[in-house]
Nanobody, 121 residues
């Protein structure tokens, strides 16, 4: 199986910073892409940022210039550096990985259980 373990969430004041980490482990041949999603109360889950194995980046408009996603391929880990946090960033943040489990090119999506980020004064 493939497991994603998240860390780094918590309570932070507006304007503050947090760094989320997500480490993938298990039966992994390669990881094509990793991403962070978030879901606020009463809202649909949305993509925050994504990074491919070729280091292509994609950010939601709401976080451009404030958040940065990066990967450590050797550790199968993705990070989300969140700066200049706003109350509207408050949500449960979920790690996602598109994983190849063998030499076949098919990928499977795996999800972390989510970590709460609360931005409040």
């Amino acid at each position: 199986q493939v497991q994603l373990v998240e860390s780094g969430g918590g309570l932070v004041q507006p304007g503050g910073s947090l760094r989320l980490s997500c480490a993938a482990s298990g039966s992994i041949f390669s990881i094509n892409a990793m991403a962070w999603y978030r879901q606020a109360p009463g809202k649909q889950r949305e993509l925050v940022a994504a990074i491919t194995s070729g280091s292509r980046l994609n950010y939601a408009d709401a976080v451009k210039g404030r958040f940065a996603i990066s990967r450590d391929g050797a550790k199968n880990t993705v990070y989300l550096q969140m700066n200049s946090l706003k109350p509207e960033d408050t949500a449960v943040y979920y790690c996602n990985a598109a994983v190849r489990v063998n030499a076949i090119t098919t990928t499977y999506d795996y999800w972390g259980q989510g970590t709460q980020v609360t931005v409040s004064s």
